[in-house]
């Protein structure tokens, strides 16, 4: 990473629940490996999350969802995005979802799920990895 | 993105040509310069360049918010540059000035950009200043910069602003905070946020005795409740009547003219920085001696 390229994710919470530790956990562990986080908070629609990710040219969109919705939340997301004019931005996503919701996600075109247990390294290098794909794509 | 669609993005205001300028800006792409010359200087010189600062907590975010809902409410298309300090270890950075203004975010005529610091000295003002002409030439009528208080570089981001308020609440610290801060000195409105709570009337009144009385251009004291949208309309008044003044008295055209020259010094620096060190590091200088004078010897060759 260059010293003026670096890379912007957006981090935030769609839908209703409002548990934000994963989310709030995951927006500092990137700004630690170097990210600019820009952090939404809880309960924002799919379309205020893809407005955002808009204006603030983000390389990447990270969703974290406890609250079950996630098989409707996240691929709107991913419409969202491609409605807004940019679907080339990744969507990854977090929080409690079961094994054979991952595979539907990421049919609907989210890059990659995490669950609990997953490691942070393993977190911060697919962000990076969804950063640097789109930057050279 | 093409440098031709994205020219022609700007001219249709689409805010992802917006999102994607503003970051060919700030990364220092070659295309910043094309992306820059292609502004409407007219709409530029006609916009109103809001600076808002003060310490953390205060309620900058929320104050912001709500000048937003009002001025949306008179039709206006209002831009917002929101600035966070970078870590200087890890060089990331957490933008959390939107959770605030989320309400306007599917607005399309709310543009909203945050900024990390990114350790840069003053790299920050001209960036910051680009983004705030890239914003009006789209439209924006009023831009507001708003920035923690804290520090040179923040200072430096809030001369590109024609009027600037600091805000302040009750229980942040008395009124020695404010008077080292420097930042009375900068501030034409200060406001007492959070006027509903306890301390708030002391704190106006302590801030009242250390404004720029007899001045030319006197410093005021308002009081706001953010939360609750309170004082907002008479803020909104003041800066107005403040801002008619500053144009006819050629207030604002100085201090544009002293912003302006802070910009281009500081793109001079940014250009100049690399290719200083480039010398430096060729001359292979010893360790021992005196950095001044080394750095004017390399200042005087050709």
């Keep these: 990473m260059g010293s003026t390229q670096k890379y912007r994710v957006l981090i935030g919470k769609p839908g209703l629940d409002g548990h934000d530790r994963g989310a709030k956990f995951i927006a500092r562990a990137l700004r630690d490996a170097g990210f600019e986080v820009v952090y939404t908070g809880i309960r924002r629609s799919p379309e205020e999350i893809a407005a955002a990710a808009v204006q603030e040219d983000v390389d990447a969109v990270g969703l974290s969802s406890l609250s079950g919705a996630h098989m409707r939340l996240f691929p709107a997301v991913v419409e969202a995005l491609a409605h807004a004019g940019a679907p080339e931005i990744p969507v990854l996503g977090g929080g409690v979802i079961p094994e054979e919701d991952i595979v539907a996600l990421k049919a609907a075109g989210i890059v990659e799920i995490f669950t609990p247990g997953t490691p942070i390294d393993t977190i911060i290098s697919a962000y990076r990895d969804a950063c640097e794909k789109k930057s050279t794509g | 993105m093409t440098i031709d669609r994205l020219l022609e993005g700007l001219r249709q205001r689409d805010p992802r040509a917006i999102g994607r300028a503003i970051s060919l800006v700030e990364n220092g792409d070659e295309s910043a310069e094309i992306i820059l010359s292609s502004l409407d200087e007219n709409l530029v010189s006609q916009a109103t360049i809001l600076g808002i600062t003060g310490p953390p907590g205060a309620g900058k975010s929320t104050l912001t918010n709500e000048i937003i809902a009002k001025l949306r409410h008179q039709e206006e298309r209002i831009g917002i540059i929101a600035i966070d300090p970078s870590s200087p270890i ?126 030319a251009t006197p410093t005021q004291v308002c009081m706001t409740v953010a939360t609750e949208g309170k004082g ?31 910009e281009v010094l500081d793109w001079c620096l940014e250009i100049l920085r690399p290719q200083l060190l480039d010398k430096i590091i060729k001359r292979k200088l ?6 001044r004078l080394k750095a004017k010897k390399i200042l005087e060759e050709k």
């Design chain 2, 232 to 262: 907002v309309t008479e803020l909104l008044d003041r800066i107005d009547k403040l801002d008619s003044e500053h144009r006819d008295s050629g207030e604002r055209q100085k201090r544009r003219r002293g912003a302006h020259n802070q």
């Design chain 2, 90 to 215: 890890s060089g990331g950075a957490i933008l959390g000035d939107r959770i605030r203004m989320m309400q306007h975010a599917t607005d399309k005529d709310v543009v909203m950009r945050s900024m990390a610091t990114r350790g840069r000295l003053g790299g920050l003002c001209a960036t910051a200043g680009a983004a705030v002409r890239i914003m009006a030439s789209c439209g924006c009528s009023t831009i507001i910069i708003e920035t923690v208080g804290v520090g040179q570089s923040e200072m430096d981001i809030i001369r590109l602003a024609d009027i600037t308020l600091l805000v302040m609440a009750p229980g942040l610290g008395d009124e020695i905070q404010a008077m080292k801060a420097g930042l009375l000195e900068v501030a034409d409105i200060l406001v007492v946020n959070k006027a509903d709570c306890k301390g708030a009337d002391i704190l106006a009144m302590d801030l009242e005795a250390v404004t720029r009385k007899g001045s």
């Design chain 2, 286 to 291: 010893s360790v021992l001696g005196d950095p």
